[in-house]
């Protein structure tokens, strides 16, 4: 019994998700300190924030969309946030 199609799809764009997360918060302080002119210390404790909130977002929307928004609604903010941030 092997995977469907979408089982492997949903596996593999979660990874490369994670990829580009981790990556982006490994590069934050260099970035912020080199580029943003910020100290050392000020740099960590913004990406620990930024970590910390992209971490716990997640639960807060879990809350919002299961107590006031159907499926549908959300699937439906939910691109058009996607489709808004990254264009």
Avoid: H, Q
Avoid at 21 to 42: E, F, I, Q
């Amino acid at each position: 019994m092997g995977l469907s199609k979408p089982c492997i799809l949903v596996i593999v764009v979660a990874s490369v998700e994670r990829f580009a997360y981790k990556g982006v918060a490994a590069n934050l302080v260099t970035y912020l300190t080199d580029v943003a002119k910020m100290s050392t210390t000020s740099a960590a404790k913004s990406v620990n924030n930024w970590c910390g909130f992209t971490s716990m977002l997640p639960l807060l929307v879990a809350l919002l969309t299961d107590s006031y928004w159907d499926r549908f609604s959300t699937i439906l903010v939910s691109s058009l946030l996607y489709v808004m941030v990254n264009t």
